[in-house]
């Protein structure tokens, strides 16, 4: 057979297949059927290791096996979609919804200035925040009850990710409620060096340090770590050192500091996400975005099946994280924002799915995509 001929023979062969998976998938939808009847989960790992074993044993070629194990696995992971659709679709969910305007108690870290504290007025008006410390005691304060909702920086266009507030999701008992995004317009400023030339060191939090690394190296700053932008700024305005802070333009003037250079990023439109949590599940009328964080198995294609389910569903992965478990091992936990509103019956499919598959999986919240 020449090649137009094979291709023909391949169209045709598709079509059988098309019309077996079809007729496969209404034999699913009497098993959820009877599963949602008796009160039974979509799924039953033993079934599914007997379907996978089974399928193995008929391929007549070694080479294929692995490629026919990943075939089914993908049917299988279609039909569990397909079956938590019918059996939770008609499920209500009942939540909350997020009152920023009669918020009481809200917090962020650093001092005022900080870049947290711009991102706390885009959501809160003129309330006053309460700064802390660290990013661990706003999360405290907010599982606690102290706060009625904490402003964290999540993600930097330049630097990437804010690594401690993805752990700290995964220590304390909180949720997501709301994302805003915030110019970052960093400068060097300082209390008594007069040019560049004559600053020591420059301190700030080191993703400021790591979003103005190249203009920092072009000029051979010597750096040093401190805990927000903002309280680097204060405690260069209280010292009486030739040394400067990375901040904003608009703490370094409320600070009295000389403004020894602005538009210092790597990036010339540079931007942070800030989130914004709360103690317990409030989801927005507007929400169209959901952060969830879970475990994978450590075994062949568990990534792959992971990923497949989304694709199933037709939802577009907004942000994929991981971080490491520290627990001794090189695991970690990945952290998932995607697109979808938590009413949407392929949500709820999704979210039972990974419920029931997974050893670890939790709801983080919802938020407006920007």
Known sequence: MDLKELRNKIDETDEKILALFMERMEYCKGVADYKKEHNLPVFQGNREQEVLDRIKALTNDKELEAGTASLFMSIMDISKILQNKKIHSSTETVYDTPDFANAKRIGCQGTSGANSETAAKLIFGDIQPIFYKTFEDVFAAVQSGELDYGVLPVHNSTAGSVSSTYDLMAKYSVYKVKEVCVEINHCI????????????????????????????????????????????????????????????????????????AENVADCELNRTRFICISRNMQISPDADAISVMLKIPDTEGSLYRLLTKFCVNGMNLLRIESRPLKDGSFNVMFYLDFDGHIDEPRVKALMNDLTENLEYFRFIGTFKNE
């Open 189 to 260: 400023a300082s209390k008594n060096a007069a040019s560049i030339d004559e600053v020591t060191t420059v301190y700030s939090h080191p993703q400021a340090i790591s979003q103005c690394c190249n203009y920092l190296t072009a000029h051979g700053i010597k750096t040093a770590e401190y805990g927000n932008t903002a309280t680097a700024a204060a405690m260069v305005a209280e010292s009486d050192e030739k040394i400067a802070a990375i901040c904003s333009v608009d703490c370094a003037k409320q600070l009295g500091l000389t403004i020894l």
